[in-house]
């Protein structure tokens, strides 16, 4: 059974960084593209960021190009969301997930995605 955990969220001050990770178990994690999104109060959980299963094709929200980096490392079968220049529309609950098949045809579409972990908050004072 697929499981994915989040953490790293926490409170920080507009202009601040964090550093999320997805640990992953019950499959095998580098066989597999892996994606975040996020929901806040009252909106829909949108996509952020998605990144290919040998980690070379990396796929971004306008929201958060050249703010946020994705990555993985295999061998830990661990996904990685850094965030930098953080502001306080980017509160929100961030979900890791991964998909059901290791062929999709779009990482940006919460369909695409069969495994979901709990979230993590982040929440971004002004």
């Known amino acids: 059974q697929v499981q994915l955990v989040e953490s790293g969220g926490g409170l920080v001050q507009a202009g601040g960084s964090l550093r999320l990770s997805c640990a992953a178990s019950?499959?095998?994690?580098?066989?597999?593209?892996m994606g975040w999104f996020r929901q806040a109060p009252g909106k829909e959980r949108e996509f952020v960021a998605a990144i290919s299963w040998t980690g070379a094709t990396t796929y971004y929200a306008d929201s958060v190009k050249g703010r946020f980096t994705i990555s993985r490392d295999n061998a830990k079968n661990t996904m990685y969301l850094q965030m930098i220049s953080l502001k306080p529309e980017d509160t929100a609950v961030y979900y890791c997930?991964?998909?059901?098949?290791?062929?999709?045809?779009?990482?940006?579409?919460?369909?695409?995605?069969?495994?979901w972990g709990r979230g993590t908050q982040v929440t971004v004072s002004s």
């Open positions: 997930a991964a998909p059901g098949s290791p062929y999709i045809n779009s990482y940006s579409h919460t369909y695409e995605y069969g495994y």
């Open positions: 019950g499959r095998t994690f580098s066989n597999y593209a």
